[in-house]
T-cell receptor, first 111, second 116 residues
Framework: GQSLEQPSEVTAVEGAIVQINCTYQ??????LSWYQQHDGGAPTFLSY????GLEETGRFSSFLSRSDSYGYLLLQELQMKDSASYFC????????????FGQGTELSVKP | DTEVTQTPKHLVMGMTNKKSLKCEQH?????MYWYKQKAKKPPELMFV???????INESVPSRFSPECPNSSLLNLHLHALQPEDSALYLC???????????????FGPGTRLTVT
């Protein structure tokens, strides 16, 4: 089957850098996505890695190592508004359209 | 326009009521989804529509009945729900259903459903 593991909680201070790790198990790999969800809000797509390496989008970067079945989301210059849940997700390898989500990492940014 | 809209925002219904949730997107996306999300949990897929046809039903109880009237609209009809069905119901869309297109999904704000 397919599964993803990520830490349940991470705490950091404003202005710092934080890394949220995600390890996965899958037979077919179609890429790793990251979503952000503020409390009471909708998930918002952040980034996607299909190939190894780092993808940068402003303050957020995402990294993938397919050989290690591992990825991470890097958030720089943390702001209070970055406090949210972050999910890594994989497309299901036998059901097109289905995303398998990790359990989510709750990021708390302190002043 | 990269927005998915959902109505209503909040819904309280009794176990004998019939109600519908509505979702709309105007991005030309060909895949649309219904998810259920409980507090502190990831979204849980319920249904996938591709080109207006039901493609995936994740063994959802028949008291939830999806409908896709056209390529922009998605409804979820609710009947005889149970208190444990109380959750945030999210609609999403993507360019297509394949794994190369479904990784980027646009979510609506959700309907917060309470079943009494």
């Amino acid at each position: 089957g397919q599964s993803l593991e990520q830490p349940s909680e991470v705490t950091a201070v404003e202005g710092a850098i934080v890394q949220i790790n995600c390890t996965y198990q899958t037979s077919g790999f179609y890429g790793l996505s990251w979503y952000q969800q503020h409390d009471g809000g909708a998930p918002t797509f952040l980034s996607y890695n299909a190939l190894d390496g780092l993808e940068e989008t402003g303050r957020f970067s995402s990294f993938l190592s397919r050989s290690d079945s591992y990825g991470y989301l890097l958030l720089q210059e943390l702001q209070m508004k970055d406090s949210a849940s972050y999910f890594c997700a994989l497309p299901a390898d036998n059901q097109g359209g289905k995303l398998i989500f990790g359990q989510g990492t709750e990021l708390s940014v302190k002043p | 326009d990269t927005e998915v809209t959902q109505t209503p925002k909040h819904l309280v219904m009794g176990m004998t009521n019939k109600k519908s949730l509505k979702c709309e997107q105007h991005m030309g996306h060909r895949a649309m989804y219904w998810y259920k999300q409980k507090a502190k949990k990831p979204p849980e897929l319920m249904f996938v529509y591709s080109y207006e046809k039901l493609s995936i039903n994740e063994s959802v109880p028949s008291r939830f009945s999806p409908e896709c009237p056209n390529s922009s609209l998605l409804n979820l009809h609710l009947h005889a729900l149970q208190p444990e069905d109380s959750a945030l119901y999210l609609c999403a869309s993507s360019q297509g259903q394949g794994p190369g297109l479904s990784y980027e999904q646009y979510f609506g704000p959700g309907t917060r459903l309470t079943v009494t």
